[in-house]
């Protein structure tokens, strides 16, 4: 069993920056692809990145492309997810992921584990 803890969400600024971490217990990551996904009121989940198991794969959704990050420390069993320019239309609480299969997948029912979201509030 894999438990996933994300921090560093909050209140920021349209055009400022936050990153989150995605702490894990139970077991390493070091074989698991990640992915950030996030969910504003009234819409469905969306995907904002993936990184495969080595981090030597990313992908990001579209609306962020440019502007958010995904990376990861194996060692310390941790995925980040940097985010630059932030806009108010960015609002949603995110969620980390972790995916037994190391190739990173877009599509939320393709990973096993969930944490329990962080908020980010982007305010214009």
């Known amino acids: 069993q894999v438990q996933l803890v994300e921090s560093g969400g909050g209140l920021v600024q349209a055009g400022g920056s936050l990153r989150l971490s995605c702490a894990a217990s139970?077991?390493?990551?070091?074989?698991?692809?990640m992915g950030w996904f996030r969910q504003a009121p009234g819409k469905e989940r969306e995907f904002v990145g993936g990184?495969?198991?080595?981090?030597?794969?990313?992908s990001y959704g579209d609306s962020v492309k440019g502007r958010f990050t995904i990376s990861r420390d194996n060692a310390k069993n941790t995925v980040y997810l940097q985010m630059d320019s932030l806009k108010p239309e960015d609002t949603a609480v995110y969620y980390c992921?972790?995916?037994?299969?190391?190739?990173?997948?877009?599509?939320?029912?393709?990973?096993?584990?969930w944490g329990q979201g962080t908020q980010v509030t982007v305010s214009s």
């Open positions: 139970g077991r390493t990551l070091r074989s698991y692809a």
């Open positions: 992921a972790a995916r037994r299969v190391g190739s990173l997948a877009q599509y939320s029912t393709g990973y096993d584990y």
């Open positions: 990184i495969a198991w080595s981090g030597g794969s990313t």
